[in-house]
């Protein structure tokens, strides 16, 4: 079998960089101007890190079929030894990786690099000029339907373009990336709860919000479940590997089929004990039964993510961003506090219909709202979404390094870039200094 190597490379940052968010697009977590935002940033930097999940499920397939596989993001680790790279491609890095794709194809013309990753697609052709080849779609399932060994790998090389068809994720193996060497004290979130790990129950996403949001893209627009029962192995192998209890599901929205979502809540309070902790991301529209709220308690479920966005529906319906009214969202929000639930909410400033009003409002009905955590981020039209292909003539930048998901990469009616950093910094200095001070 081949040896092959998982290649997640990163440019020299003074913010935390992630792959694994935006629909795999990726994040470069600059919080703004000011002090606050700058000690939240370098505190990101320091305490939270992971690699893309897409390629540590790329790694199972892998090593499933018994081929020799190892993770890195050092560049110095490839040698003549290596049959193959899988190399992660980034919105956020993508400059930073054409480089290394270039130095390594100048050291080794003949090595074998296979680019994969959401952002592919839009890049696909300055990606061919390297002589590397292309999985375009989600690259496990590739592995999965032809059972690659050594010889289809290097017929999905010749090909040099190979569209990956959207799979069942019961039909992937369990997570053996545990078994590669990952540095974990790096690579997973330190913290409140410790080390934790990605785990993945669900891939799709039908919301509305596709109009600025990556995850149809990366994941399609239907729903796709991984069974409970193989969900509660998934888990039991990481802990068992690891001694890992702390996990973050990272669908898109964990809560879409609320059947299945009861079964799973079921099944960890079957399985599981209260030294786990899980934290899952859904919408607060799914949340709005009291039953399933104790459900959530008795599930280990001990801290939920969700968007809110913007506190002004004119700018919510302007990008076709579906919500509920204010006062059930301090009414689940309050029932979470109940049950001890810790809460992140997420907020996007600069949207199109923006205003130094709404903006204000929106901060000061992030106070209110009382969640443990809140988010910003900078509105960012992504390439292949339907904002940024209506509106091609409003992008600033034509390189890639500043869709950062924090910097302002569209021509704004109201805003500059500087305007942006500044009200990013004011969002996250006064969330922050009333949790500490009630200011």
Not at 200 to 211: F, H, M, N
Not at 279 to 286: D, Q, R
Not at 421 to 432: E, P
Request: aromatic share 12%; glycine share 4%.
């Amino acid at each position: 079998m081949s040896k092959i190597l998982l290649l997640d490379c990163y440019p020299k940052s003074g913010s935390r960089i992630s792959k694994d968010t935006n629909g795999g697009y990726g994040t470069i977590n600059n919080l703004g101007n000011g002090f606050v935002p700058k000690l939240l940033t370098y505190v990101a930097k320091k305490s939270i890190f992971w690699p893309p999940l897409a390629l540590l499920n790329l790694a199972s397939e892998l090593i499933s079929f018994k081929h020799n596989v190892f993770y890195s993001n050092d560049i110095d680790d490839i040698d003549s030894s290596v049959d193959f790279i899988f190399f992660s491609i980034s919105i956020v890095c993508f400059e930073h990786e054409l480089e290394i794709l270039n130095r390594i194809k100048t050291k080794y013309p003949k090595m074998k690099i296979i680019c994969v990753g959401s952002f592919v697609p839009h890049v696909q052709e300055t990606l061919l000029r390297t002589g590397a080849s292309l999985i375009i779609g989600e690259p496990e399932f590739l592995i999965e339907k032809y059972k690659l060994t050594s010889v289809n790998l290097n017929l999905i090389y010749a090909q040099r373009v190979t569209n990956s068809p959207f799979g069942n994720p019961d039909n992937l193996s369990l997570p053996y990336w545990v078994d590669i060497n990952l540095p974990f004290s790096r690579h997973f979130i330190h913290g409140t709860y410790g080390l934790a790990a990605p785990i993945l129950a669900t891939r799709g996403c039908p919301y509305s919000c596709k109009e600025y949001c990556t995850y149809p893209i990366q994941q399609g627009e239907v729903p796709r479940s991984r069974s409970s029962s193989l969900l509660m192995d998934d888990i039991r192998y990481i802990n068992k590997k690891k001694n890992i209890k702390n996990f973050i599901f990272r669908d898109p929205v964990f809560s879409i089929n609320k059947r299945y979502f009861r079964d799973i809540l079921n099944d960890l309070a079957l399985n599981f004990d209260d030294s786990y902790h899980f934290t899952i991301e859904t919408h607060l529209n799914n949340l709005s039964s009291d039953e399933l709220l104790n459900q959530l308690k008795a599930s280990f479920i001990k801290n939920i993510k969700f968007g809110i966005e913007s506190a002004s529906d004119d700018v919510l319906n302007n990008v076709n961003r579906f919500t509920i009214k204010h006062d059930l969202q301090y009414k689940i929000i309050q029932k979470l506090r109940d049950l001890k639930i810790k809460t992140t909410a997420f907020y996007i400033l600069c949207q199109p219909e923006d205003n130094l009003v709404s903006i204000d409002n929106t901060i000061s009905y992030s106070i209110q709202l009382k969640t443990d955590l809140a988010q910003y981020s900078i509105f960012t039209p992504y390439p292949g979404t339907p904002y940024y292909e209506k509106n091609k003539d409003l992008i600033l930048h034509d390189t890639y390094s500043k869709f950062t998901q924090f910097d302002l990469v569209y021509k704004h009616k109201n805003f500059s870039p500087r305007d942006a950093k500044d009200l990013l910094g004011k969002a996250y200095s006064r969330y922050y200094l009333n949790k500490l001070f009630k200011i």
